[in-house]
T-cell receptor
Framework: EAQVTQNPRYLITVTGKKLTVTCSQN?????MSWYRQDPGLGLRQIYY???????DKGDVPEGYKVSRKEKRNFPLILESPSPNQTSLYFC?????????????FGSGTRLTVV | EDQVTQSPEALRLQEGESSSLNCSYT??????LFWYRQDPGKGPEFLFT???AGEEKEKERLKATLTKKESFLHITAPKPEDSATYLC?????????????FGQGTILTVHP
């Protein structure tokens, strides 16, 4: 089944403890991206990657890192998490079918930083 | 800076009562406008992509239209299962090709 898989689904951590949220897609998509979703603020783009070894900042990149060493994986790294990074995170990859572009989203990772 | 504004923030309808959701946008060189549906606790689900003014797309009870400044999502004879948050997003062209900007969404509730 074609999908974007995020892990973990839920994570509670403490301030300053490095963590990685993984994202994997099995559709051979070149483009992948990360978003955070907060009440009243909607979905905001953190980072995106146009292809392997090509990444760029979205609207809210501060406090996050990403890497794209292979096409299928696009991990999100929080090297020193803070409580204001408590949020719902989504990974997505871009598809093209019958000439139409769109984005497939993962199921989300709910992160709580205490 | 790209901006997307959706209205209303929330919409309550009776089953069968047709209505429209609005998405106003400002973007430098629209590459695509996307509509998504999101159920609580789940990732957004793709509905439509529109590329140019005058374009229309339909799927079951939903129809999306696009002008140079806004897009509408028309819901005809909605059912309770259409209840969800509907998200609009724009993608710019040129050097901002990879950036995707979302609106805050419209929460739709359809009562039986």
């Amino acid at each position: 089944e074609a999908q974007v898989t995020q892990n973990p689904r839920y994570l509670i951590t403490v301030t300053g403890k490095k963590l990685t949220v993984t994202c994997s897609q099995n559709m051979n998509h070149e483009y992948m991206s990360w978003y955070r979703q907060d009440p009243g603020l909607g979905l905001r783009q953190i980072y995106y990657s146009m292809n392997v070894e090509v990444t760029d900042k979205g609207d809210v990149p501060e406090g996050y890192k990403v890497s794209r060493k292979e096409k299928r994986n696009f991990p999100l790294i929080l090297e020193s998490p803070s409580p204001n990074q408590t949020s719902l995170y989504f990974c997505a990859s871009r598809f093209t079918r019958t000439g139409v572009d769109g984005y497939t989203f993962g199921s989300g990772t709910r992160l709580t930083v205490v | 800076e790209d901006q997307v504004t959706q209205s209303p923030e929330a919409l309550r309808l009776q089953e069968g009562e047709s209505s429209s959701l609005n998405c106003s946008y400002t973007v430098s060189g629209l590459r695509g406008l996307f509509w998504y549906r999101q159920d609580p606790g789940k990732g957004p689900e793709f509905l439509f992509t529109l590329y140019s003014a005058g374009e229309e797309k339909e799927k079951e009870r939903l129809k999306a239209t696009l002008t140079k400044k806004e897009s509408f999502l028309h819901i005809t004879a909605p059912k309770p299962e259409d209840s969800a948050t509907y998200l609009c997003a724009v993608q710019a062209g040129g050097t901002s090709y990879g950036k995707l900007t979302f609106g805050q969404g419209t929460i739709l509730t359809v009562h039986p």
